[in-house]
């Protein structure tokens, strides 16, 4: 089956612009994820989507970052305006609905850097 | 809350020597544990997993026994390879009203040839 995709794969931007992530979970899978993984650290969970519905999105900085995920399938991700400490790795997981305690499938990630 | 503390790294091993990789974790009631592994430029892959008290998980020659006594979910493997050179991450699940997964922050593993 193919896997999690996300792109782009890097991404670099000025602080203050906007940028957008795009993620395609396995078929089938109902339950997605964005993660934030900062340079030597584990991923923290920024927003959790049941189908098209969020399931979990207190993490996520409001004033800034944004999700979708229309139609229960894609996913995208946007930040307006970036912050220097923004600078991370993206990552998408997605999972089958009720199967979060078996693992998820990751995404490559997008890697973002904000000058 | 709920937490995963893991040993820091890196750890730097020779080729074919025993590796452990510690994990402690911190929740209530009964989460599920893994272990996930991430290579330069990917994303994070499942490992192994277990998910009730003494089962053990395994895989490509890793295992990890989950100790609900001592809270521990440690990584071992009886001979490394070169190959074997990634970025470790231990994490919990449970479920609270949608399965959340907390990662620990992450070992660093170089083996030597």
């Known amino acids: 089956e193919a896997g999690v995709a996300q792109s782009p794969r890097y991404k670099i931007i000025e602080k203050r612009q906007s940028v957008a992530f795009w993620c395609n979970p396995i078929?089938?899978?109902?339950?997605l994820y964005w993660y934030q993984q900062i340079l030597g650290q584990g991923p923290k969970l920024l927003i959790q989507f049941q189908n098209n519905g969020v399931v979990d999105d207190s993490q996520l900085p409001k004033d800034r970052f944004s999700a979708e995920r229309l139609k229960g399938v894609d996913s995208t991700l946007k930040i307006q305006p970036a912050k220097l400490e923004d600078s991370a790795v993206y990552l998408c997981?997605?999972?089958?609905?009720?199967?979060?305690?078996?693992?998820?499938?990751f995404g490559s990630g997008t890697r973002l850097t904000v000058v | 809350g709920d937490s995963v503390t893991q040993m820091e790294g890196p750890v730097t091993l020779s080729e074919e020597a025993f590796l452990t990789i510690n994990c402690t974790y911190t929740?209530?009631?009964?989460?599920?544990l893994f272990w996930y592994v991430q290579y330069p430029g990917e994303g994070l892959q499942l490992l192994l997993k277990a998910t009730k008290a003494d089962d053990k998980g395994s895989n490509k020659g890793f295992e990890a026994t989950y100790r609900k006594e001592t809270t521990s979910f440690h990584l071992e493997k009886g001979s490394v390879q070169v190959s074997d050179s990634a970025v470790y991450f231990c994490a919990l699940s449970k479920n609270t009203g949608g399965f959340k997964t907390i990662f620990g922050a992450g070992t660093r593993l170089f083996v030597k040839a």
């Open positions: 078929s089938g899978h109902a339950t």
């Open positions: 997981a997605s999972s089958s609905s009720g199967q979060g305690n078996y693992g998820y499938t």
């Open positions: 929740a209530t009631g009964y989460p599920s």
